[in-house]
Every structure is written in structure tokens, then in C-alpha cells.
């Protein structure tokens, strides 16, 4: 069993920055891949951006201005946003599929509201 904690989440104003983290409870080389979603009120939870031994791939919505990072000796994955807009407010979860079984593990989510 894998557990996943984020934080790292709340208010900032449009064009600020905050970082996100996702600690794993195991080492993150047991991962095949390690993801980034987001889900806002009343949409559908959509990937913001993944990892897959050391390639990153992220929404066009988020190219430029997200970058996911990881630190195995803190077995944590991290999401760096910068230039917040409005529209990026949402629950950002982590997600991991493990190289054992292909399973997928979610975190709690953390909040993240952009707003003057």
C-alpha cells in the first residue's frame, strides 16, 4: 500500500507562485510513473502533468509555467507553478503507478485558489 501526502497548496494572486509536494510513503524508484492532476468545481479531474524516468510531459495549459521535479532522497515529487491565473484554481492530486502490479495510488489533494 502506497500513501501519497500533498501540500503545499493555497491562496496567491494571479501571477504568483506556490509549490506543491507529493511525499510517498515508499522510495519513488518503485514508480513507473508519478503525475500531477487537478480537478475545479464542476469539471473533470484532468492531468496537469506526469513523469516517466526523468521525461516530464504537461497540459498545454500549464506548458512553460509548470515544472514537476522529484528528490528520492525525500521521496517526493514536487510541482513548481508560477504565473498563477484564476483558471488554475483546483484541488491538485498526486497520482503514482507503481512498476510492481501497475497500480495507482492518489493522494488527498491540496487546495489551490488564485484570486485577488
Known amino acids: 500500500q502506497v500513501q501519497l501526502v500533498e501540500s503545499g497548496g493555497g491562496l496567491v494572486q494571479p501571477g504568483g507562485s506556490l509549490r506543491l509536494s507529493c511525499a510517498a510513503s515508499?522510495?519513488?524508484?518503485?514508480?513507473?510513473?508519478m503525475a500531477w492532476y487537478r480537478q475545479a468545481p464542476g469539471k473533470q479531474r484532468e492531468l496537469v502533468g506526469s513523469?516517466?524516468?526523468?521525461?516530464?510531459n504537461y497540459a498545454d495549459s500549464v506548458k512553460g509555467r509548470f515544472t514537476i521535479s522529484t528528490d528520492n532522497t525525500k521521496n517526493t515529487m514536487y510541482l513548481q507553478m508560477n504565473s498563477l491565473k484564476p483558471e488554475d484554481t483546483a484541488v491538485y492530486l498526486c497520482?503514482?503507478?507503481?512498476?510492481?502490479?501497475?497500480?495507482?495510488?492518489w493522494g488527498q489533494g491540496t487546495q489551490v485558489t488564485v484570486s485577488s
Open positions: 497520482n503514482v503507478v507503481t512498476v510492481i502490479m501497475r497500480r495507482a495510488y
Open positions: 515508499m522510495s519513488i524508484f518503485s514508480f513507473y510513473t
Open positions: 513523469i516517466t524516468s526523468g521525461r516530464t
